[in-house]
């Protein structure tokens, strides 16, 4: 029973560090917009905005991908509490697991990552409209 136990808290950090990368990403993404804007209304330069379109994008991108990762930890944990004791060989890999993989693509309009980058996008879109006129 140890074994499991130390296998499920392996299992358990790595999705921590997934979950917390993708908080970090968020973070980035608010804070690295907030510089554009401040720098658009001090040299009043609109297109210092339409910069924050490129990595917004890819924020959105990586954070799919970490969320990707997340799941699939999270299907091996599933699959690792559920084996019998005397069964944990302390494989990690989601695929030997018979996790499905969801694509990066899918996971992008997952219902939180869609509301948060895209109210970003929207944002950016809106502000930057409102500062070419």
Known sequence: MEAKLKHLEMLQAIISR???NSFLLK???VTLV???????????????IWLALYPVSVFWVLDA???RQERLFRCVYDKVRQKAPDQ???DMNPARHKCPPDH???V???????AFYLGLLVGIVVVG???AY
């Open 88 to 90: 944990i060989d302390f």
């Open 65 to 67: 991908w970490f969320l």
């Open 18 to 20: 997934m979950a917390h």
């Open 108 to 114: 992008m309009w997952s219902v939180t990552l869609r």
């Open 27 to 29: 973070g980035w993404a």
């Open 34 to 48: 907030a510089a554009l804007f401040a720098l658009a209304a001090k040299d009043a330069n609109p297109w210092f």
């Open 104 to 106: 990066v693509a899918s």
């Open 129 to 131: 409209l409102l500062l």
